[in-house]
């Protein structure tokens, strides 16, 4: 009886590990495998060895696509984990209707990245909304000047930025739900005590709120560092990489390597860094789990 219960879970979890060893362990595996190896579908694959690794590290294009994913982070992170927090605290207040402004920051995390990338790229368009809209304030203010438009995706010191407002936009209202079931978990009594020793308003958000909420600003930054990371849907429908590999992402040069050039072994060793680089964060994620004692999860 005592091995029959001991065996009971492992049998409840048999059927997503077989899903998961063919969808997710296997791939992997044999991803590491061909890292090995020149492969591109139509031969038999050839021992390279570390040649595709020394090839990676002589890439220029690589490295433009890891700078591209890192300065990703570094402008998408800090935006991401600041803004949802001030929006959960708008939105936390006991007014009538508040649900309302609720679903509408978070209707744009629901809407397909394929809409909404067509969405914004016709927005971004030489003669969009945002251009036209800028033409007429530049037109009313300085009725003299020429035609002003800004070249949002064909211009390579702003293609990357543009993509990542796509980004941001989306991603402000699921962190907001993230952030709001941690402020609902503060007891009111806190702000109560805090105004009677003179810290109100804005003032108690600093002395008590922020302090309170940090494991989850730690949590919204490690997960949208993960997601920038791994950003693929905003680059190939707006910007494909361009211009001049400006846009292109690590991950994206992965999807070039692999699905237009067919170069496997390659796109496999790239794979290999982006998954080092995931798994870092995810390990980090983890980690801070365990230590909060997994409070950090998000409830609506």
């Not at 309170?212 to 791994?230: D, E, G, R």
Request: charged letters at 10%; one cysteine or more.
């Amino acid at each position: 009886m005592r091995s029959r219960l001991n065996i009971t879970p492992y049998l409840f979890l048999l059927p997503a590990l077989l899903i998961l060893s063919l969808t997710v362990f296997w791939p992997s595996l044999q991803a590491f495998y061909l890292s090995f190896f020149d492969y591109d579908l139509i031969r038999e694959p050839r021992w390279v060895g570390w040649g595709n690794f020394h090839r990676l590290w002589q890439d220029q294009v690589f490295w433009q696509t890891l700078k591209n994913t890192g300065l990703y982070i570094i402008v998408v992170v800090p935006i991401l984990a600041i803004a949802p927090l001030g929006l959960a605290i708008l939105v936390n207040q006991k007014l009538r209707g508040i649900h309302w402004f609720r679903t509408a920051y978070y209707v744009p995390v629901i809407i397909s990245m394929v809409v909404a990338g067509l969405a914004w790229k016709w927005l971004y368009a030489e003669n969009g909304l945002l251009n036209q809209l800028l033409q007429y304030f530049t037109s009313f203010l300085l009725p003299s000047s020429t035609q002003f438009r800004i070249p949002w995706l064909t211009d390579p010191n702003l293609a990357l930025f543009s993509v990542m407002a796509v980004t941001i936009w989306k991603g402000l209202g699921y962190y907001m739900v993230i952030y709001l079931a941690g402020l609902q978990s503060i007891p009111a009594e806190l702000y109560e005590a805090a105004s009677l020793d003179g810290s109100d308003g804005w003032q108690s958000h600093w002395d008590i709120t922020l302090p309170l909420m940090t494991p989850y600003i730690v949590l919204v930054s490690i997960i949208s560092a993960i997601s920038a990371t791994k950003v693929f849907e905003e680059v190939y429908i707006m910007t494909q990489g361009g211009p001049l590999n400006s846009s292109k992402t690590i991950v994206y040069y992965l999807y070039e390597r692999a699905f237009q050039n067919l170069d496997i072994g390659y796109a496999c060793t790239i794979g290999l860094v982006l998954f080092g680089i995931v798994f870092s964060l995810s390990l980090l994620r983890l980690i801070i789990d365990r230590l909060t004692g997994g409070k950090n999860q998000a409830t609506w």
